[in-house]
């Protein structure tokens, strides 16, 4: 099968089989998002989503988030991984806003990027979330799926997602949505369930029991 054919197969059956496929993060608006996003970096999206009703309780504008006490915000997210930094990242972020942006989240990726905490695959999930921008966010569980599908062999997630919009092209946030899932439950990093996988006959990491 030659390289086309396979890539194509690997779309087409990901977003078949993914095709209601949406973030496990809950959030309302713009704002709830980009925090969501931001404290899910090296933390699962059902921690989050522990984590989020009491912190937007306490600061449930961007505006009030920008005058919170760094403590209390430590506070509210400190079963979260790395909070120190994000408590901090998040009042910056949202000083940044009310400054820079009129207190509106900013949805194109130069401006997005430009707010503490938010680096590439920050800034397009919230683009695909937000406006169903074409845009590939590259996580830990994209990361791994693109490897051992051999969609890419780069070593980082900017080559990654380089590899990735080449290879696929369109639809690229409902595909994003569909290999984190995908990842979570299927591909898992450790024992992975090949024997239930829709792609295992596409797939050279290991091939499904029979």
Request: charged share 25%; aromatic share 6%.
């Amino acid at each position: 099968m030659d390289k086309k054919t396979r890539i194509k197969l690997i779309k087409s059956r990901l977003l078949e089989h993914f095709k209601d496929a949406k973030s496990e993060l809950k959030w309302r608006d713009e704002y709830e998002l980009l925090v969501c996003v931001m404290l899910s970096a090296q933390c699962t999206d059902k921690r989050v989503n522990l984590i989020t009703p009491e912190l937007f309780r306490a600061y449930p504008s961007v505006a009030e988030l920008a005058n919170a006490n760094l403590a209390s915000v430590k506070i509210l997210i400190n079963s979260c991984s790395f909070f120190n930094n994000k408590a901090t990242n998040l009042i910056k972020m949202a000083k940044s806003v009310v400054a820079d942006f009129g207190g509106k989240i900013p949805l194109d990726e130069s401006s997005l990027k430009s707010l503490a905490g938010v680096g590439q695959k920050t800034a397009n999930v919230v683009l695909l979330e937000a406006v169903g921008a074409n845009v590939m966010a590259v996580d830990t569980h994209v990361f791994r799926v693109a490897n051992r599908l051999d969609l890419s062999r780069a070593k980082t997630p900017e080559k990654t997602e380089i590899d990735l919009k080449n290879a696929f092209k369109t639809e690229l946030g409902k595909l994003h949505q569909a290999m984190v899932l995908f990842g979570r439950y299927t591909c898992k990093a450790i024992n992975p369930k090949c024997s239930e996988c829709i792609l295992g006959d596409l797939c050279g990491f290991k091939k499904p029991k029979k």
